[in-house]
């Protein structure tokens, strides 16, 4: 019922008041999951969270990729896997002056080239530098957050990468790194 955005007329006040109706479902492994999405782009070098998106758990990840890509990043590097790739989104960035490093998917029937393969190789390297990140935010409870409404999510996922990149920076600077 909650997917269909109906909320069942028999409910009191207090269960209304304690379901989350604007969280969503999606389904990620064959398993459900109510609530919201962050979508980040982190820095390659230092992976550091450069700007961020929340979202309800059904809007498919590559909706915010344009959001979330910082133009005053000095890089204009953008690495991502395959479920991004979409040549019309592609040519409209690198118009924009981004230079794409997208991985190539397999089509049906279709297996790729050993060139095509190389390639995805050469990205995922890069690309796994941002998957750090999230390991490290489920070191700190994941992207969990209890809390009713959009607004709330927003607030609460903004603070956990807030205190993901002044973990990050103290790890930084203990290194004898100082981030430009």
Same mark, same amino acid.
């Given at each position: 019922i909650l997917e269909q955005d109906a909320t069942p007329a028999d409910w009191t006040p207090a269960q209304r008041r304690q379901k989350?109706?604007?969280? #969503?479902?999606?389904?990620? /492994?064959?398993? #459900?999951? /109510?609530?919201?999405k962050l979508s980040i782009s982190a820095d390659r070098h230092y992976k550091l969270i450069r700007k961020s998106h929340v979202s309800t758990a059904k809007e498919h990840d590559t909706h915010p990729f344009e959001q979330v890509l910082?133009?005053?990043?000095? %890089?204009?590097d953008v690495w991502a896997d395959k479920g991004y790739e979409d040549k019309a989104r592609e040519q409209r960035l690198q118009r924009k002056g981004w230079r794409m490093h997208i991985q190539h998917k397999a089509k049906r029937n279709k297996p790729q080239s050993e060139c095509q393969k *190389? *390639? @995805?190789?050469?990205?995922? #390297?890069?690309? &796994?530098?941002?998957?750090?990140?999230? +390991? &490290?935010? #489920?070191?700190?409870? +994941?992207?969990?957050? *209890?809390?009713? +409404? =959009?607004?709330?999510?927003?607030?609460? =996922? %903004?603070?956990?990468?807030?205190?993901? @990149? =002044? *973990?990050?920076?103290?790890?930084?600077?203990? +290194?004898?790194?100082?981030?430009?």
């Amino acid at each position: 019922i909650l997917e269909q955005d109906a909320t069942p007329a028999d409910w009191t006040p207090a269960q209304r008041r304690q379901k989350d109706l604007e969280a #969503s479902w999606t389904k990620k /492994h064959g398993k #459900s999951h /109510h609530g919201y999405k962050l979508s980040i782009s982190a820095d390659r070098h230092y992976k550091l969270i450069r700007k961020s998106h929340v979202s309800t758990a059904k809007e498919h990840d590559t909706h915010p990729f344009e959001q979330v890509l910082d133009p005053a990043n000095t %890089s204009r590097d953008v690495w991502a896997d395959k479920g991004y790739e979409d040549k019309a989104r592609e040519q409209r960035l690198q118009r924009k002056g981004w230079r794409m490093h997208i991985q190539h998917k397999a089509k049906r029937n279709k297996p790729q080239s050993e060139c095509q393969k *190389r *390639r @995805n190789t050469r990205i995922a #390297s890069p690309r &796994a530098r941002v998957e750090h990140v999230f +390991g &490290a935010m #489920s070191a700190m409870g +994941g992207k969990l957050i *209890r809390s009713i +409404g =959009l607004a709330r999510a927003v607030f609460g =996922l %903004s603070i956990k990468a807030a205190v993901y @990149n =002044l *973990r990050r920076l103290c790890s930084l600077k203990e +290194g004898g790194v100082v981030p430009i």
